[in-house]
């Protein structure tokens, strides 16, 4: 006897529609599995078999050939074990056929027939959603996932059996819901704050600037004059997520295999701090169905990379498209796929191979030419590509001492909040959403300057020596800083903050 | 005769004994083609059940139903999908194995009897 039944899979971050089908032929037990699987689909059969055993049921007498459609993309993962289960019960008659339509099912077997959670739930069910479904039935652990999409009932359970007196008998497990205020709150909560870090006001406020404006930045300072800890609060003074930031942020989580097993929506921005080991596939994403770097996995939020000159230079080179873009696409031979990659570059350095060159209380032992060889690891494009560059120098002795005085993250954030909603408004038709992301065009179109603004940025750039490049970064900037003050032209004390940012375009 | 053939088929006598006795129905006997011989073929309610019988004499180191190696599986397997297209079968099917171990004088010792015993998926 035929079944069919419905299952769900994702390319990339969208999810499609896996049709199970079970036959039943003449013969002693076996089961096929048509339709590309790949290993773990085809060791399903053997979960499946003991499953159906332990439930307490017996496995069919005959020749089990189960087709995944479409037959042309390749079935991965171990989450179609559930459906075959149940297409062969449906198929010997065991559970009821006619509830079958109604529901899609995803789930991995355990072979005393328990339910453990797959990967990708979120986009599989906003699928689901899309497709008309009633429901979908998934494992326990995946059901806070699943219920963050809206209108569609969640099954969960347990157990193979427990699905099967679903199935048969009505209505015998609620459906889960989650609450979306509870799980998104308006104030995020981070376990890091501004309040902790002393002294460093300049580089506090260039971190401001650059979470008003979406601008990548770079810090150069001696080893621990607290650029890792910097970097670490940048997403406490970021505007909280939106929900649909939280969901596109899951999304790519989920796909990736990396939610947290309490708590189901990424409610804070994610912060990615990469070993300088990192290879480009890991960075950018990759594998013979691509999945999601470091750069995708910083979505919305920070990328870090700590000791920027240490990581390999291709490594560093694949940054600049998805810098621009903010997406990255990644092609194989199989599939092309593409993920979102809106981050903001936060990137530290010393200043030399020691790391004491330009230190006040301990001197430099680094040739010239080894600080060259080491600066020369930044190419010019990709510094380029980095607005804000900023020096963190050693903290005073009395410094050091100081209770922490530091402003909490919570009051910066309302004044970044501040500026982005300016942002938001001013790109309402474009589609930008930050400065940092304006082209030559529009910041002809929204950088208008003061007279005295315009005629010290001339000047600037004649005593500075500086490129065409750095002149719009310096617009960009100045733009941001005149947000954060809510003016609406840019005036002269902008530019000139915003030109004290550019100092390794000084150096070289 | 040979010994060898002899034990055989005293064995198989004695599993279709020990197989009627559990109720079920004898179709066929060694059903032959040219990948080898099923020793019994019987109903077992709806089900029906090929049988290889294995007879060893007392001494051997090997149980009889662990003597069934792959190669011999593989053609029980190709002549079960046989009969089921020669007598246009539909229906349950599975495969038993029976061990009989033998004393000296012939007394049956031990009969062991594996229901289902292994499955045809194709690795």
């Known amino acids: 006897m035929l079944s069919k039944i419905y299952s769900l899979a994702v390319l990339g971050l969208d999810g499609y529609i896996v049709q199970v089908e079970t036959d039943f032929g003449t013969g002693v037990f076996s089961i096929s599995i048509v339709g590309l699987p790949d290993t773990a689909v085809k060791e399903s059969r053997d979960r499946v078999t003991s499953a159906i055993k332990n439930s307490g049921f017996k496995h069919p007498r005959c020749r089990v050939t189960v087709n995944l459609a479409p037959a042309d993309i390749k079935k991965e993962g171990p989450a179609y074990d559930l459906p075959i289960a149940l297409g062969i019960l449906a198929s010997q008659g065991i559970v009821r056929e006619s509830s079958l339509k109604d529901y899609a099912m995803i789930g991995e077997l355990s072979l005393d027939g328990s339910i453990k959670p797959v990967n990708g739930v979120l986009p599989m069910c906003l699928c689901a959603r899309r497709a008309g479904f009633k429901g979908v039935i998934l494992p326990n652990k995946n059901s806070d996932e699943g219920a963050l999409v809206q209108g569609l009932d969640i099954i969960s359970a347990s157990s193979l059996n427990e699905i099967i007196d679903f199935l048969n008998s009505g209505n015998t497990i609620k459906p889960h819901v989650v609450d979306i205020k509870k799980v998104l709150p308006d104030e995020p909560t981070y376990n890091a704050d501004f309040a902790d870090v002393k002294g460093q006001a300049h580089v506090k406020r260039a971190l401001e600037i650059a979470a008003s404006g979406g601008h990548n930045i770079v810090m150069v300072g001696p080893p621990g004059s607290g650029k890792t800890m910097l970097a670490k609060r940048l997403p406490t003074i970021m505007p909280s997520l939106s929900l649909e930031e939280a969901l596109e942020i899951t999304k790519l989580y989920s796909v990736a295999g990396l939610l947290p097993s309490k708590g189901s929506l990424i409610n804070i921005r994610p912060f990615r701090s990469p070993h300088h080991s990192i290879s480009y596939a890991g960075l950018v994403g990759g594998g013979s169905v691509p999945q999601p770097g470091e750069i995708s996995l910083a979505h919305l939020g920070v990328l870090f990379l700590d000791e920027l000159p240490e990581f390999r230079r291709d490594v560093l080179e694949v940054l600049r498209q998805p810098l621009e873009d903010g997406v990255v696409t990644i092609s194989r031979a199989l599939t092309s796929i593409t993920y979102p990659a809106r981050f903001m570059l936060v990137a530290a350095m010393n200043p030399c191979p020691c790391g004491h060159f330009s230190d006040s209380l301990k001197g430099c032992t680094c040739t010239p030419f080894q600080i060259q060889r080491y600066w020369s690891k930044l190419s010019g494009p990709l510094i380029d590509r980095i607005d804000l560059h900023v020096e963190v120098p050693r903290l005073k002795q009395d410094e050091l001492t100081k209770h922490p005085t530091g402003e909490p993250s919570k009051e910066i954030r309302k004044r970044v909040s501040f500026a982005r909603k300016i942002q938001r408004e001013r790109f309402k038709k474009e589609k930008i959403f930050s400065n940092a992301e304006m082209n030559v065009r529009q910041i002809k179109e929204y950088c208008s300057l003061g007279k005295d603004a315009e005629e010290l940025l001339k000047a600037a750039i004649l005593q500075l020596k500086m490129s065409a490049r750095a002149y719009d970064r310096i617009l960009k900037v100045a733009r941001t800083i005149a947000d954060l003050e809510g003016s609406e032209t840019i005036k002269a004390a902008h530019i000139a903050e915003a030109t004290q940012y550019r100092s390794l375009d000084r150096k070289s | ?123």
């Open chain 2, 1 to 123: 005769m040979s010994f060898a053939i002899d034990r055989g088929k005293f064995g198989e006598d004695k599993a279709v004994e020990y197989l009627e006795s559990k109720g079920y129905k004898i179709i066929e006997r060694n059903y032959k083609c040219r990948f080898g011989e099923i020793d019994v073929i019987a109903r077992d309610g709806n089900e029906f059940v090929f049988v290889e019988v294995r007879t060893f004499c007392n001494g051997n180191l090997v149980e009889p139903v662990e003597s069934v190696f792959r190669d011999k599986r593989k053609r029980l397997l190709y002549m079960v999908e046989r009969y089921i297209n020669e007598r246009d079968i539909e229906g349950e099917c599975r495969i038993d194995l029976v061990g009989i171990n033998l004393e000296r004088d012939g007394e049956v010792k031990k009969i062991k009897h594996i229901e289902d015993a292994f499955w045809g998926h194709r690795y």
